[in-house]
């Protein structure tokens, strides 16, 4: 037998790699491991929720203002109106005077 063809750098590192996920599994299942993890969601949870806060504000300030711009641009519609026939009015009774 020759043990000069095998590859013991290749082997070395497979069998390093299975004992450090081995390793990392142990690791990762720990209850401490567990209770970071809890903590770690509930965080997410929580900032979440004010995420979704911040959006409703913005969706209901948005909302505010497409009202306020309808309101502006339906009195300024009117004002030209306004505008308009008493311009009218006026060239009616300087017609009317002559």
């Not at 401490?32 to 969706?59: Q, S």
């Amino acid at each position: 037998m020759r043990f000069n063809n095998i590859p013991w750098k290749k082997i070395g590192v497979f069998t390093g790699g299975v004992l450090f996920g081995t390793a990392g599994i142990r690791v990762l299942s720990s209850k401490d491991a567990k209770k970071c993890y809890t903590h770690a969601t509930a965080a997410v949870l929580r900032a979440k929720t004010d995420v979704m806060a911040t959006a409703t504000k913005v969706r209901e300030n948005c909302d505010d203002i497409l009202a306020d711009a309808k309101e502006i641009n339906e009195q300024r519609a009117l004002a030209e109106e306004a505008a308009e026939i008493a311009d009218e009015c006026e060239e009616i009774a300087d017609t009317s005077e002559e």
